[in-house]
């Protein structure tokens, strides 16, 4: 009885995925972008034809929804295909570990800023960074409660993440269930059509939604999923879809029409994931090289820690624009910095916090947790964000 427990519990053996590694390193860049856009063009206004490019740059939240849901199903379905709670409860510490340390430093960074700023205790219609907003944050529940932005606005998708992770070990238990890969496509349309159907009709002018925070990254999640699926059960040829990738990123990049703000453009990068993870051509070959990897490794704490920076990089952007070597010098400091940041977090207090949550002080897992989780591939197919 023991040995075919063992078996049941052993994981899946499946080859790694170092391209959607990389690709998590260009959807992170891609949210930096986004969110530094005005900087960026104040400090370099030749890069102006890059506009619409970076203005796109909130699908890289998109990407990453579909990365997670993906990479998740890629993992865990088939072993987890019958419901048990302490396989459940494994999976949620080990996610709880991927993403909480990261996020509760981050958290006490901008406490500080905001007691520096003068603006900590504060609520308003913008921004909440009151007490309730600050235990809501410790619980990674924040966007549950409010959508409104409360410290490190960007840990919003963390929140939802968290929402969708605790949701997973049932998820998968259905998922599990499908054999035919035309099922799974068509599932993952569905959810990609309803979430896309809501925005359509429900979505505020500025094209979010109040209060239905599931909606977004369960559609995207959950169509990941299942895309995975398709792909895995075989017969579905997803490799040919790669080009999705490529191909979307162009469209929203030389039409602004084709984003601002929507959300239709997340169908097409999730299919395009999974043609990645299904193709071996020349873009998983590019992002499979040891540096996008090594960057895909740094990329959730590169999202949690770069609005960190807003007032100093705004400061040093006041103060260099129409300056040509000073505002070069501004701009590259500004990826050094972001860089060598996300680098040291990630390897100075994400790795070795995510052990010791898992592993415990000791450094030396329990056989069955070390059995669920094989250390060897933790690097590469640990999600976030």
């Keep these: 009885m023991a ?121 308003s219609e913008d921004t909440r960074r009151g007490l309730g907003a600050y235990v809501e944050n410790l619980g990674m529940v924040h966007y549950w409660v409010n959508d409104r932005p409360s410290f490190n606005s960007p840990a919003w998708s963390i929140s939802a993440e968290w929402f969708a992770y605790l949701l997973a ?52 999640f959950l169509g990941g999923m299942l895309l995975c699926i398709a792909w895995t059960r075989g017969g579905a040829r997803l490799g040919g879809f790669a080009w999705l990738l490529p191909l979307t990123v162009a469209v929203v990049a030389l039409i602004p029409a084709a984003s601002a703000g929507h959300y239709w453009a997340a169908p097409a990068l999730g299919l395009g994931t999974a043609g990645l993870a299904a193709s071996s051509g020349p873009l998983v070959r590019l992002l499979s090289g040891p540096t996008l990897v090594a960057a895909g490794e740094a990329s959730y704490a590169l999202y949690m820690v770069h609005w960190l920076f807003e007032r100093p990089i705004e400061w040093a952007t006041a103060r260099a624009a129409g300056n040509g070597l000073a505002s070069a010098l501004v701009l590259a400091g500004i990826v050094l910095v972001l860089g060598v940041t996300a680098r040291l977090v990630a390897t100075r207090i994400e790795q070795p916090a995510r052990r010791w949550l898992v592993d415990g002080p000791r450094g030396r897992a329990p056989a069955t947790w070390s059995r669920e989780v094989p250390q060897h591939r933790t690097r590469t197919l640990a999600v976030l964000r």
């Design 3 to 123: 040995d075919s427990v063992e078996r049941m519990d052993s994981p899946t053996r499946r080859p790694a995925l170092p391209a959607l590694t990389g690709l998590r390193a260009l959807a992170a860049a891609w949210v930096v972008l986004f969110h530094y856009r005005e900087e960026i063009l104040r400090l370099q206004p030749v890069l102006a034809p890059l506009d619409t490019l970076m203005r796109a740059g909130y699908l890289g939240v998109d990407l990453f929804f579909a990365l997670s849901g993906f990479v998740l199903a890629y993992t865990y379905a088939d072993r987890m295909r019958t419901f048990r709670g302490d396989r459940s409860a494994r999976f949620v510490r080990n996610r709880f570990a991927r993403v909480w340390p990261v996020h509760v430093v981050a958290l006490h960074v901008d406490v500080a800023i905001a007691a520096v700023v003068g603006t900590l205790g504060t609520t």
């Design 169 to 220: 070990p049932v998820l998968f238990v259905l998922v599990a269930r499908l054999r035919r890969p035309g099922s799974a496509l068509a599932l993952a349309g569905l959810a990609y059509a309803v979430m896309l159907g809501i925005f359509a009709t429900m979505a505020l002018p500025n094209g979010n939604l109040e209060n239905m925070f599931w909606v977004r990254i369960m559609g995207e």
